[in-house]
């Protein structure tokens, strides 16, 4: 697979896949792999990484059970990398909502699209490192290509957006080609990088129920949709749990202590957490 270096073969017919472009990511996935193993699922568990994460953290993700594909960025033009750079993609849409940690890049954000070069699954559900599951979700390998949860976590009014944080893939080399041949055009600016693009592939992209994918912030700005017993996947987007400077800490402290008992291994009872007020 051009691009991609596995460490060893496929021991599966389907995959959850995630990306680690750091040492802080690598320690979400860490929690991540954790989580999915304590979910029961027989799947394999991918961990695509790029020259970043140190040969430490990749030892212990394999550790834990990981399947580690090197991934290197997109053949890109210079002329999307200097749009997609971090300074550039961060100062035409601003982040107004919350905080990017430093160590994010948009351009790494693309490498999502090699989900369709492992061709040895019959279907992918990509989850970002910085989420947690918490139920089995086995059965979205059964959904359709491409199914996405909506970016809700301020309105009803984002229900018309997707957020990439969880999808289904259907891994196609000729779509990963007609991928590339649409993604880097002249002029090309894609504001949320991945996800405007997905969703402009994919404009009849099928809607996964919110709690596939549930967006920390709905905490705080939507509690009245917050329910432990129906949350498969729970996403902290922005700030990270990890992060000891995380200015959302004290808003964010029952998600956070949740994140911290997954990465130990030890989470609670999840009929047993309090839901937060309307």
């Given at each position: 697979?051009?691009?991609?270096?596995?460490?060893?073969?496929?021991?599966?017919?389907?995959?959850?896949?995630?990306?680690?472009?750091?040492?802080?990511?690598?320690?979400?996935?860490?929690?991540?792999?954790?989580?999915?193993?304590?979910?029961?699922?027989?799947?394999?568990?991918?961990?695509?990484?790029?020259?970043?994460?140190?040969?430490?953290?990749?030892?212990?993700?394999?550790?834990?059970?990981?399947?580690?594909?090197?991934?290197?960025?997109?053949?890109?033009?210079?002329?999307?990398?200097?749009?997609?750079?971090?300074?550039?993609?961060?100062?035409?849409?601003?982040?107004?909502?919350?905080?990017?940690?430093p160590f994010h890049t948009p351009l790494d954000n693309f490498i999502k699209l090699r989900l369709w070069q492992l061709e040895e699954y019959r279907r992918v559900v990509?989850?970002?490192?910085?989420?947690?599951?918490?139920?089995?979700?086995?059965?979205?390998?059964?959904?359709?290509?491409f199914s996405a949860a909506p970016n809700v976590y301020e309105s009803l009014a984002d229900f018309h957006r997707l957020n990439s944080g969880v999808f289904v893939a259907?891994?196609?080399?000729?779509?990963?080609?007609?991928?590339?041949?649409?993604?880097?055009?002249?002029?090309?600016?894609?504001?949320?990088?991945?996800?405007?693009?997905l969703q402009e592939y994919f404009p009849g992209w099928h809607g996964l129920p919110v709690f596939c994918n549930m967006l920390q912030y709905v905490w705080f700005n939507?509690?009245?949709?917050?329910?432990?017993?129906?949350?498969?996947?729970?996403?902290?987007?922005?700030?990270?749990?990890?992060?000891?400077?995380?200015?959302?800490?004290?808003?964010?402290?029952?998600?956070?202590?949740?994140?911290?008992?997954?990465?130990?291994?030890?989470?609670?009872?999840?009929?047993?957490?309090?839901?937060?007020?309307?």
């Amino acid at each position: 697979m051009d691009g991609l270096t596995p460490a060893r073969p496929a021991a599966a017919p389907h995959a959850f896949v995630t990306l680690v472009t750091n040492d802080g990511y690598a320690r979400g996935a860490g929690a991540l792999l954790n989580a999915l193993r304590l979910s029961g699922t027989q799947a394999d568990l991918v961990v695509l990484h790029t020259g970043g994460v140190s040969h430490a953290a990749l030892a212990r993700l394999a550790d834990r059970g990981a399947r580690l594909i090197a991934a290197d960025v997109l053949p890109t033009s210079d002329a999307f990398n200097a749009a997609h750079a971090r300074q550039a993609v961060h100062g035409a849409a601003p982040f107004t909502k919350g905080r990017k940690p430093p160590f994010h890049t948009p351009l790494d954000n693309f490498i999502k699209l090699r989900l369709w070069q492992l061709e040895e699954y019959r279907r992918v559900v990509f989850i970002d490192a910085d989420a947690l599951v918490l139920r089995n979700i086995d059965n979205l390998f059964d959904y359709p290509e491409f199914s996405a949860a909506p970016n809700v976590y301020e309105s009803l009014a984002d229900f018309h957006r997707l957020n990439s944080g969880v999808f289904v893939a259907r891994p196609s080399s000729a779509t990963y080609r007609d991928m590339l041949a649409r993604l880097d055009v002249p002029g090309a600016f894609w504001r949320r990088t991945d996800q405007t693009f997905l969703q402009e592939y994919f404009p009849g992209w099928h809607g996964l129920p919110v709690f596939c994918n549930m967006l920390q912030y709905v905490w705080f700005n939507m509690p009245a949709l917050w329910d432990w017993r129906s949350i498969r996947v729970l996403h902290y987007q922005y700030e990270k749990p990890w992060e000891t400077d995380n200015p959302r800490r004290a808003q964010l402290k029952p998600l956070i202590d949740l994140w911290h008992a997954y990465e130990a291994g030890e989470p609670p009872a999840l009929d047993r957490l309090e839901n937060p007020a309307p």
